[in-house]
Structure formats: structure tokens, C-alpha cells
């Protein structure tokens, strides 16, 4: 069995080992090895790699944000286990971007796991981890469209980052800074698309 992860640290450990072992790092391989029950990691992960450098990949954002919405329905369904259909499960990065991805985010996750830890258990839990599924959706399908701005993906991702995290930690005023985020981020989507949408207008 698995051991449970229990850090931003433990992620990275775990999809570096299968990148020293492995010739690509698949999604179906990083569900094995941080096992299969525990949600968090898999809103988390796609949203750390949208924000790091290899998120400027075009394309990526748009199979990143796929990836969520289809773990945040699992979780609002109440399903027990991940599952990913194959062709998304064999999708993956080479190792070469795999591995700049984790070094790129060391930092981060050094200050993501010396900072956030359980507190407020009780928000982490029941309607309020569906609530935080239902917002990463929501945050995701945003996703395709912005990533016609550059960079304009990190704003949503960072949201739903800050809900895997919370979850994977389980802690409650993070997810109360995550519904702020998410607030923010979509109010700051609409208006970038809004804008792009009128300067895209013909003049009358």
C-alpha cells in the first residue's frame, strides 16, 4: 500500500523517483505512486505545473485544467478512488521537463509546507470539500479561454492550487483563502476576457 502523502515535498520525492526510473513521467504513474485515495495532490500537481515554467507549453493549460475537472467531479460525485480515462492516464511530461518542473517548485513547496498545516480541520471536510471541487470546475473551465492571454492561466491555477493544498493538508484557513482566491480569479477573468472580447469588436 501507498503511504499517504503528507506535503508539497513528498509530491515532488515521488514524481522525481519515477522520473530517475522511468522514460516518461505519466499521470498514470504519479496516481500510483501517491496512491489512489487521496484527492488533494491531484488538484494540486496540474495547477503547480500550470504555474511553473513548463505551464507555457501551448496546449498544456488546457489539458491541465481537463485533468481537474474531471478529479473535482469525483470528488462532488463522492467517489472513493481516482479513476482517469487512458487516454489522459498515459499522458505525461518527459523526464527533461519533469524534473525542471519539481526544481522550479522546490522553493515553493518548502514555503507552501512551512506555512500551511492542519488548522480548522472541520472546513476541510463533508459539503465543504465539494464546495472546493465545484469552485476548481468552475476555475478550470475558465482556463481554455485565458490561455489565449499569456500567463493569464496562473490566476485560476493558483486558486485551485491553494484547494489541493488545503486539502492535502487539511487546513481550513487556507480554504477560506482559497474562496477568496477563487472570487478574485474569476472576476479577474471575466474582465480580461470582457476586454479582449470588445477590442476584438469592429468600430462603428
Same mark, same amino acid.
Given at each position: 500500500?501507498?503511504?499517504?502523502?503528507?506535503?508539497?515535498?513528498? !509530491?515532488?520525492?515521488?514524481?522525481?523517483? !519515477?522520473?530517475? *526510473?522511468?522514460?516518461?513521467?505519466?499521470?498514470?504513474?504519479?496516481?500510483?505512486?501517491? #496512491?489512489?485515495?487521496?484527492?488533494?495532490?491531484?488538484? =494540486?500537481?496540474?495547477?503547480?505545473?500550470?504555474?511553473?515554467? %513548463?505551464?507555457?507549453?501551448? #496546449?498544456?493549460?488546457?489539458?491541465?485544467?481537463?485533468? !481537474?475537472?474531471?478529479?473535482?467531479?469525483?470528488?462532488?460525485? &463522492?467517489?472513493?478512488?481516482?479513476?482517469?480515462?487512458?487516454?489522459? *492516464?498515459?499522458?505525461?511530461? /518527459?523526464?527533461?521537463?519533469?524534473?525542471?518542473?519539481?526544481?522550479?517548485?522546490? #522553493?515553493?513547496?518548502?514555503?507552501?509546507?512551512?506555512?500551511?498545516?492542519?488548522?480548522?480541520? *472541520? =472546513?476541510?471536510?463533508? !459539503?465543504? %470539500?465539494?464546495?472546493?471541487? $465545484?469552485?476548481?470546475?468552475?476555475?478550470? +473551465?475558465? %482556463?481554455?479561454? +485565458?490561455?489565449?492571454?499569456?500567463?493569464?492561466?496562473?490566476?485560476?491555477?493558483? $486558486?485551485?492550487?491553494?484547494?489541493?493544498?488545503?486539502?492535502? %493538508?487539511?487546513? &481550513?484557513?487556507?480554504?477560506?483563502?482559497?474562496?477568496?482566491?477563487?472570487?478574485?480569479?474569476? $472576476?479577474?477573468?471575466?474582465?480580461?476576457?470582457? #476586454?479582449?472580447? /470588445? /477590442?476584438?469588436?469592429?468600430? *462603428?
Amino acid at each position: 500500500m501507498v503511504n499517504e502523502v503528507k506535503s508539497v515535498d513528498d !509530491i515532488l520525492d515521488r514524481i522525481e523517483d !519515477i522520473a530517475r *526510473s522511468e522514460e516518461k513521467v505519466r499521470l498514470d504513474r504519479i496516481v500510483e505512486a501517491l #496512491g489512489n485515495r487521496s484527492y488533494g495532490p491531484f488538484l =494540486l500537481i496540474p495547477a503547480l505545473i500550470d504555474i511553473s515554467p %513548463v505551464g507555457g507549453i501551448p #496546449g498544456l493549460p488546457t489539458a491541465l485544467a481537463t485533468v !481537474i475537472v474531471l478529479v473535482a467531479a469525483q470528488i462532488m460525485f &463522492g467517489r472513493k478512488h481516482l479513476w482517469l480515462p487512458r487516454f489522459l *492516464s498515459k499522458r505525461g511530461l /518527459s523526464v527533461e521537463k519533469a524534473c525542471k518542473a519539481t526544481h522550479k517548485l522546490r #522553493g515553493v513547496a518548502r514555503f507552501l509546507d512551512r506555512w500551511f498545516h492542519g488548522r480548522y480541520i *472541520s =472546513l476541510t471536510q463533508g !459539503i465543504f %470539500v465539494k464546495l472546493a471541487a $465545484a469552485c476548481c470546475i468552475i476555475l478550470a +473551465l475558465t %482556463v481554455p479561454p +485565458l490561455e489565449l492571454l499569456p500567463f493569464a492561466t496562473t490566476v485560476p491555477m493558483a $486558486a485551485i492550487a491553494a484547494f489541493g493544498l488545503a486539502l492535502l %493538508v487539511r487546513d &481550513g484557513l487556507l480554504m477560506i483563502i482559497a474562496m477568496l482566491l477563487a472570487a478574485a480569479a474569476l $472576476a479577474l477573468g471575466v474582465g480580461l476576457l470582457g #476586454g479582449v472580447g /470588445s /477590442s476584438r469588436q469592429p468600430a *462603428s
